[in-house]
């Protein structure tokens, strides 16, 4: 059974940094595209960033030269790099991710969620 771990997330100040990791675990033969979506009280969730197989990266507007998606193919791993942070950053993250399991069929699956809050 495919799974999708996210860690990282926790309490920052305005202006620092914190590191989303997105593990792929479980009979997986590759990762397709991945993104990074967020929902915060109130509001509809969002893409924030994604990633396509060849490692093209595109981001929303409001986070664009301050975050960074990354992957680690041997790793299964997709990350998320989240510099000068602002308390309307404040959300729950999510990563989704086109799987291609040990069958080599594409399934499309969402971690739990990990929340990041910007704080002083």
């Known amino acids: 059974q495919v799974q999708l771990v996210e860690s990282g997330g926790g309490l920052v100040q305005p202006g620092g940094s914190l590191r989303l990791s997105c593990a792929a675990s479980?009979?997986?033969?590759?990762?397709?595209?991945a993104g990074w979506y967020r929902q915060a009280p109130g509001k509809q969730r969002e893409l924030v960033a994604a990633?396509?197989?060849?490692?093209?990266?595109d981001y929303a507007d409001s986070v664009k030269g301050r975050f960074t998606i990354s992957r680690d193919n041997a790793k299964n791993t997709v990350y998320l790099q989240m510099n000068s942070l602002k308390p309307e950053d404040t959300a729950v993250y999510y990563c989704?991710?086109?799987?291609?399991?040990?069958?080599?069929?594409?399934?499309?699956?969402w971690g739990q969620g990990t929340q990041v809050t910007v704080s002083s």
């Open positions: 479980g009979s997986i033969f590759s990762i397709n595209a």
């Open positions: 990633i396509t197989s060849g490692g093209a990266t």
């Open positions: 989704n991710a086109g799987v291609v399991d040990n069958t080599y069929y594409v399934n499309d699956y």
